[in-house]
């Protein structure tokens, strides 16, 4: 994506409203002209906590599953150049696909997991999490020092290169090894 590597994790929120599940539909805001698709690992937390230490974390997941993290690029770019924050970018409605199911933590070694997205069947991104910036552990530890993590919370762990836009019609299959493969399609805004 052109920027160069964080030497901390970058945060951000999406809200409940984001969400949404295993062939669903991803609305595509008139107001952004490019909107794109990041695959992600996502964890999900079994139980409240805060200020874990790394070792600590395992005990902390209920289990993980596939999310894309849908972006209106052109807006995160806007706030980027002003100093803003990028949540308008990440939090319209629909920016949040999930599933197809969550396997429990212990099922899968998240850190040696084929990761991919596919749009109209052709791969668009394709690597392994072992490539991942941050691991699993730390992202979610780092994360707690913020902010409290409450059960069922949705921590995306980032996503590999060949990130690209969707656009009205477009089918996206989007999978990880061991956990299976969430499919959405695309739809412009009426």
């Not at 999900?44 to 972006?71: A, P």
């Not at 099922?107 to 490539?131: A, F, M, P």
């Amino acid at each position: 994506m052109k920027v160069s590597i964080p030497k901390k994790p970058e945060i951000f929120l999406k809200p409940p409203s984001a969400l949404i599940t295993n062939n669903d539909v991803v609305i595509l805001p008139k107001v952004s002209k490019r909107i794109d698709y990041e695959v992600e690992l996502a964890v999900i937390i079994k139980n409240r906590c805060h200020n874990i230490s790394i070792k600590e974390v395992v005990e902390n997941i209920l289990g993980y599953t596939v999310l894309v993290d849908v972006t209106a690029r052109d807006i995160q770019e806007e706030a980027r150049k002003s100093g803003m924050p990028w949540s308008i970018s990440k939090g319209f409605d629909t920016f949040a696909p999930i599933g197809p199911k969550i396997i429990a933590a212990g099922k899968i070694d998240v850190d040696n997991l084929d990761i991919w997205l596919k749009v109209n069947g052709e791969y668009k991104q394709q690597s392994n999490t072992r490539y991942m910036i941050f691991s699993t552990e730390k992202l979610i530890s780092f994360t707690s020092k913020i902010m409290t993590l409450e059960p069922m919370d949705i921590i995306a762990s980032g996503t590999p290169e060949g990130v690209g836009p969707m656009n009205d019609g477009d089918f996206i299959e989007a999978g990880i090894e061991g956990i299976g493969v969430l499919k959405f399609s695309a739809k412009k805004e009426i």
